[in-house]
């Protein structure tokens, strides 16, 4: 414990839309946008997180928005190094000890190269020891699921890049399954669907804000309706368009099947015995596009089993990530340098 003590514990759940930091004893310190504004000319960082989410769709030429995680891994290195050194610095503020031991998340399927970008990032960011865990793993233990018994259980984590399910026994992953669509393909659906039949040019921020406001899965029982606010292709004037549910759910038909096929498919890899014990125990989604109405009812339905959404599918990996570290031992950490 001595040696323990003068570190703090940190869970990180790097995702393709936000970036959330936990902090052992003082709970979640950081949640912010994973985007960082650049100035073209030099390449120099001018805001990161929610700063530069603000901006989105509204910076001059000079500047450009960077989303360094696309998919669930790291797309651009430097940016992505620069992104967490903030971070991290912020989580580091008021620490009596600021070195980092630092639970990461990760996508199962992640390459063995995309896994070294993460620990040298986090190596660039000053972080004295990593261990990296499965997303799924995580979403499991942050949903408060009983992955220790010998006994099935089911999580589906859809994120804003990736969407990943697994089947989970005994602490550890059965089998599973991830696909590269998640919340941003639902966005790029609604902004195409809106340009095809209104002839609307509509941003990611106003696609995604349909999506929030009217998006579905199955029918609801009580009509939505918003306005869609963009540049008409056609006159090329500002112009507004009252979309209805159904028309958004039109619009988002090919993602959520893909979605809801990818949780069945892992569903289907899982062994006799485990599948009777989801039968009962159900399949828990997580993520934040797991917020999407309705679509709990829809892999129900498709599915056969009980469906539930975490009670706080935003943060379930990275409360996952901090309840797991707790138990964990100095050898468990992969360590930079000689630090100890």
């Known amino acids: 414990m001595g040696l323990l003590s003068r570190f703090c514990v940190a869970a990180l759940d790097l995702g393709t839309a936000n970036t959330l930091i936990y902090v052992q ?7 912010q946008a994973s985007m960082v504004t650049l100035r073209e000319s030099n390449g120099s ?4 997180g929610q700063e530069a989410r603000s901006v989105v769709g509204r910076t001059p030429p000079s500047l450009r928005i960077a989303r360094p995680i696309l998919r669930g891994t790291i797309a651009d290195l430097s940016v992505c190094g620069s992104m967490l050194r903030h971070f991290i610095a912020k989580a580091r503020e008021n620490l009596l000890f600021p070195r980092l031991h630092m ?8 390459t063995a190269v995309e896994r070294l970008a993460v620990i040298e990032s986090l190596r660039d960011a000053d972080v004295t020891s990593i261990l990296l865990i499965d997303n799924v793993l995580a979403a499991a233990y942050g949903g408060s699921m009983d992955v220790d018994e010998p006994r099935g259980r089911m999580i589906a ?4 890049g990736v969407s990943e399910a697994a089947v989970l026994s005994l602490s550890g992953v059965v089998c599973s399954r991830s696909l590269a669509i998640g919340g941003d393909e639902m966005d790029a659906a609604i902004a195409d669907y809106m340009q095809n039949r ?6 990611d921020r106003m696609a995604e804000e349909i999506k929030i406001r009217v998006g579905s899965a199955l029918p609801l029982t009580e009509p939505l309706k918003t306005t869609a606010k963009g540049r008409c292709l056609i006159q090329g004037i500002p112009r507004d368009v009252i979309v209805e549910d159904g028309e958004i759910r039109e619009a988002l038909a090919g993602p959520v099947s893909h979605i809801v096929r990818l949780t069945r498919e892992t569903l289907e890899q899982a062994p006799p015995e485990l599948s009777a014990d989801i039968v009962e125990s159900g399949i828990v989604l997580t993520g934040g596009t797991a917020l999407l109405r309705n679509l709990d009812r829809r892999i129900e339905k498709e599915c056969g089993v009980p469906v539930m959404v975490d009670p706080n599918p935003l943060e379930s990996v990275v409360t996952g990530l901090a309840r797991m570290s707790k138990n964990l031992r100095r050898n468990h950490w992969r360590r930079f340098g000689n630090t100890v």
């Not at 960082?45 to 990161?48: D, F, I, P, S, Y």
């Not at 639970?103 to 992640?110: E, I, N, R, T």
Request: glycine share 18%.
């Open 45 to 48: 960082v001018e805001a990161v």
């Open 157 to 160: 984590d859809f994120g804003a």
């Open 198 to 203: 209104y002839h609307l040019l509509i941003g």
């Open 103 to 110: 639970a990461v998340a990760v996508p199962g399927h992640s």
């Open 25 to 31: 004893g003082r709970g979640l310190v950081l949640n």
